[in-house]
């Protein structure tokens, strides 16, 4: 009897210790991508799991990136942080503030001796992730821009060449008439009209959006952005949807549906729609680059990124910053990001991801891919276009989402509304670097 | 002196109640006490950086106009909210009763948008009100109305009121039903034979009879159009066009979620508790006075 109990018992310590000494290190990653991106990134982390079996990337959708971001915070103030965390680029001043809840993308890769040249990487992207001293804090991963979209059914029925999109505002302005005209109810919507219609033009037009070098250049920033060209650009628009040739439809991704679903004629929106419009998408559409005013001196200059990157929070084990490390530098070959290009729409982050794209001939199969990063690299980034970096920037997009829809619904004057949203705004920036004296990079 | 008799009891009473006050406890308790301790914080978002502030945050709250620009806004609501629900759902309840064949159904009917989940129901009104695609929107473009609640600020918080009353108004339809249907149908007749119309009827004996049950109603309904109209604001407008639906407790979520401002959002907080503190307190020293029970 007694021998029996204690050789059952010894079976059952071995049947345990047998399986838990090959466990591979979880390595969690919240994520914002929806759709064929979050179909991409499955596949990926599949690769990576396949390739390899001392790490498990475990990819999980934590909601929009706003949502994500916030639950990543509270995660790390209840001491359950993920190891990666997808952020938006907006999100980046605070991230960067972040002193210990954070650990640097540059310590993560020296640590693990992973090489990692940030050269490799395209200018307009490392320059948005890296801070004073030219050291990538976050891995870029996801990286759009603003291009211009447009329907080439609806042209065709407004008599207009489906091959000739319009190059500069005025052309958009005689076009929206022409499809007006023929009968289309919406001519031109925006995405993410802050981003778009304010950020990505002031960086197009080479004028500043706020000051010290649009915030890179540290503390006690001040926006800008109530410039002439911007109360031009905005007066323009607010006179289109007065006569029905702009009509708005949300402050984010919401109008995405109604070009792909072939409601509006024209819209500028993000890159990273691509791939999500080709492959569900009824209509035959293009892609070209954003408008500009002809007679602003230096127009166009290059657009700035959007879409986000992955940070690495703080206070994990030693063990799982070198399964991120590894992962990272798996994210980062040219295979893989050539493929999460294609798929996707975001553009190729590395030099090599780009080149490997042009020889496989994918921009000669599919006309208008390459628009997003020849705007990135259109000309060398300004200090004006090098990207923008804010406390509370999702704040003062919110502040100047509210300041647009007032100018939209006519209650104010494009000037009024542009003077009170970077009022408003400047208030934002003082709040941050009061909350944040300590911790800036 | 009223004299009463002490049992003696031991420790049964506290251990029973011991769950319940642990619930109360780490549930309301806590999280309040959390709230008001973070009002009087400056911090980041990560919480590594704090600083003691004493009243500071709720300085910058009552000189920031969009602040006080919200307290009208949650007024406006809740008082649309409170009076149609409450409204309705006696006009309905009143014909429900009075009604003979096929009652049952009716009731089935009403009672149906309670089960319906607040964002639920949000995200349905606004399918069906979508400027570009709502089939209420296109019905009412047809009659020459250009409905785009994403730039007109009155649209939008009607929008937000249809929905919260039409997910709210059968809870209140339940218990008028039940409480006009206790109404002894004797005091009924004999204002009949006594030659009182229906209406009559109703304003004079049953609405005082109903008063325990409006007060009560009165009461819940106003929390309901204070703090759970949350999921139906976010779902519909998340805010509106130019704060023109940012109700008091959605200011708080947006500061506090989106803006990262963890000191201002707690002090709404505290704001918003004393707020409906207040209102209770005066519902139940003044209003119940008036209860016939």
């Known amino acids: 009897m007694k021998i029996k109990k204690l050789s059952l018992a010894l079976a059952a310590v071995f049947a345990l210790g047998a399986g838990g000494a090959q466990a591979a290190t979880d390595i969690q990653w919240w994520h914002s991508m929806t759709g064929a991106n979050a179909e991409q990134i499955n596949s990926i982390v599949n690769k990576f799991n396949a390739s390899q079996s001392d790490y498990k990337v475990v990819a999980v959708f934590k909601g929009q990136y706003a949502d994500s971001m916030t639950a990543a915070i509270a995660a790390y103030r209840s001491g359950k942080?993920?190891?990666?965390?997808?952020?938006?680029?907006?999100?980046?001043?605070?991230?960067?503030?972040?002193?210990?809840?954070?650990?640097?993308?540059?310590?993560?890769?020296?640590?693990?001796?992973?090489?990692?040249?940030?050269?490799?990487?395209?200018?307009?992207?490392?320059?948005?992730?890296?801070?004073?001293?030219?050291?990538?804090?976050?891995?870029?991963?996801?990286?759009?821009?603003?291009?211009?979209?447009?329907?080439?059914?609806?042209?065709?029925?407004?008599?207009?060449?489906?091959?000739?999109?319009?190059?500069?505002?005025?052309?958009?302005?005689?076009?929206?008439?022409?499809?007006?005209?023929?009968?289309?109810?919406?001519?031109?919507?925006?995405?993410?009209?802050?981003?778009?219609?304010?950020?990505?033009?002031?960086?197009?037009?080479?004028?500043?959006?706020?000051?010290?070098?649009?915030?890179?250049?540290?503390?006690?920033?001040?926006?800008?952005?109530?410039?002439?060209?911007?109360?031009?650009?905005?007066?323009?628009?607010?006179?289109?949807?007065?006569?029905?040739?702009?009509?708005?439809?949300?402050?984010?991704?919401?109008?995405?549906?109604?070009?792909?679903?072939?409601?509006?004629?024209?819209?500028?929106?993000?890159?990273?729609?691509?791939?999500?419009?080709?492959?569900?998408?009824?209509?035959?559409?293009?892609?070209?680059?954003?408008?500009?005013?002809?007679?602003?001196?230096?127009?166009?200059?290059?657009?700035?990124?959007?879409?986000?990157?992955?940070?690495?929070?703080?206070?994990?084990?030693?063990?799982?910053?070198?399964?991120?490390?590894?992962?990272?530098?798996?994210?980062?070959?040219?295979?893989?990001?050539?493929?999460?290009?294609?798929?996707?729409?975001?553009?190729?982050?590395?030099?090599?991801?780009?080149?490997?794209?042009?020889?496989?001939?994918?921009?000669?199969?599919?006309?208008?891919?390459?628009?997003?990063?020849?705007?990135?690299?259109?000309?060398?980034?300004?200090?004006?276009?090098?990207?923008?970096?804010?406390?509370?920037?999702?704040?003062?997009?919110?502040?100047?989402?509210?300041?647009?829809?007032?100018?939209?619904?006519?209650?104010?004057?494009?000037?009024?509304?542009?003077?009170?949203?970077?009022?408003?705004?400047?208030?934002?920036?003082?709040?941050?670097?009061?909350?944040?004296?300590?911790?800036?990079? | 002196m009223e004299k009463r008799t002490q049992f003696p009891v031991g420790w049964l009473p506290y251990a029973l109640v011991a769950p319940q006050l642990a619930i109360t406890i780490v549930f309301f308790i806590w999280p309040a006490a959390q709230a008001l301790w973070q009002s009087l914080l400056v911090q980041d978002a990560f919480g590594i950086n704090t600083e003691f502030v004493w009243f500071e945050n709720f300085q910058v709250l009552f000189a920031d106009e969009t602040y006080l620009d919200s307290f009208r806004v949650t007024a406006v609501f809740s008082t649309l909210v409170a009076t149609l629900a409450f409204g309705m759902a006696l006009a309905l309840a009143a014909c429900c009763d009075h009604v003979l064949r096929g009652a049952r159904a009716y009731q089935t009917l009403i009672i149906w948008p309670l089960a319906v989940a607040p964002a639920i129901a949000a995200v349905l009104w606004a399918f069906m009100f979508n400027p570009s695609i709502g089939i209420l929107a296109h019905g009412m473009m047809l009659l020459g109305y250009d409905w785009n609640h994403l730039l007109n600020s009155g649209q939008a918080m009607s929008l937000v009121v249809i929905s919260a009353v039409w997910n709210r108004m059968p809870y209140n339809f339940l218990f008028f039903l039940a409480a006009l249907q206790s109404i002894p149908k004797s005091m009924i007749e004999a204002a009949a034979i006594d030659g009182a119309g229906p209406l009559k009827r109703f304003a004079t004996i049953a609405f005082p009879l109903l008063s325990p049950t409006s007060f009560f109603l009165l009461v819940v309904n106003l929390v309901y159009a204070f703090f759970d109209t949350f999921g139906t604001i976010d779902a519909i407008t998340g805010g509106g066009p130019m704060r023109s639906t940012t109700t008091l407790v959605y200011k708080v979520y947006q500061d506090g979620f989106k803006g990262l401002d963890l000191g201002g959002s707690a002090a709404q907080s505290v704001i918003l508790m004393a707020i409906v503190i207040a209102l209770t307190v005066v519902q139940f020293r003044y209003i119940e006075r008036k209860v016939q029970y």
Not at chain 1, 140 to 152: A, E, Q
Not at chain 1, 252 to 267: H, L, N
Not at chain 1, 383 to 412: C, H, M
């Open chain 1, 81 to 441: 942080a993920p190891d990666i965390v997808q952020v938006f680029e907006v999100g980046t001043a605070t991230m960067m503030a972040a002193g210990k809840a954070i650990k640097p993308v540059y310590e993560v890769m020296a640590e693990a001796h992973e090489k990692f040249d940030p050269k490799a990487y395209l200018p307009a992207v490392t320059s948005y992730y890296s801070d004073t001293k030219g050291r990538l804090v976050s891995m870029p991963f996801n990286s759009s821009t603003t291009v211009f979209f447009y329907n080439k059914d609806m042209f065709k029925k407004a008599g207009l060449d489906p091959n000739k999109p319009p190059k500069t505002w005025d052309e958009v302005e005689a076009d929206a008439l022409k499809l007006k005209s023929a009968g289309i109810a919406c001519p031109f919507t925006t995405a993410w009209q802050t981003w778009v219609q304010l950020e990505n033009m002031s960086a197009w037009h080479n004028v500043p959006f706020a000051s010290n070098q649009n915030g890179f250049g540290g503390m006690n920033t001040k926006l800008e952005f109530n410039n002439g060209v911007m109360v031009r650009h905005i007066a323009k628009l607010s006179s289109w949807v007065k006569s029905g040739l702009f009509i708005y439809a949300g402050r984010t991704s919401q109008p995405d549906a109604k070009f792909s679903g072939g409601d509006c004629a024209m819209y500028t929106g993000s890159s990273g729609i691509y791939g999500g419009t080709k492959a569900n998408a009824k209509i035959s559409f293009g892609v070209s680059q954003l408008p500009y005013y002809e007679d602003v001196k230096g127009a166009p200059q290059n657009s700035i990124i959007g879409g986000a990157s992955l940070w690495v929070m703080g206070g994990k084990k030693p063990i799982e910053y070198k399964g991120v490390a590894k992962f990272f530098t798996f994210l980062s070959s040219p295979e893989i990001q050539a493929e999460w290009h294609q798929k996707t729409g975001y553009v190729p982050i590395t030099k090599a991801a780009y080149e490997l794209t042009k020889k496989q001939g994918f921009y000669e199969t599919n006309p208008g891919t390459d628009v997003a990063i020849q705007q990135l690299s259109l000309h060398t980034p300004t200090v004006n276009s090098k990207g923008i970096r804010l406390g509370y920037f999702p704040q003062i997009r919110t502040i100047l989402d509210e300041e647009l829809e007032a100018v939209w619904a006519q209650k104010k004057g494009p000037k009024q509304a542009l003077d009170d949203a970077v009022e408003r705004g400047n208030a934002e920036l003082v709040k941050f670097e009061r909350a944040n004296k300590k911790g800036a990079r």
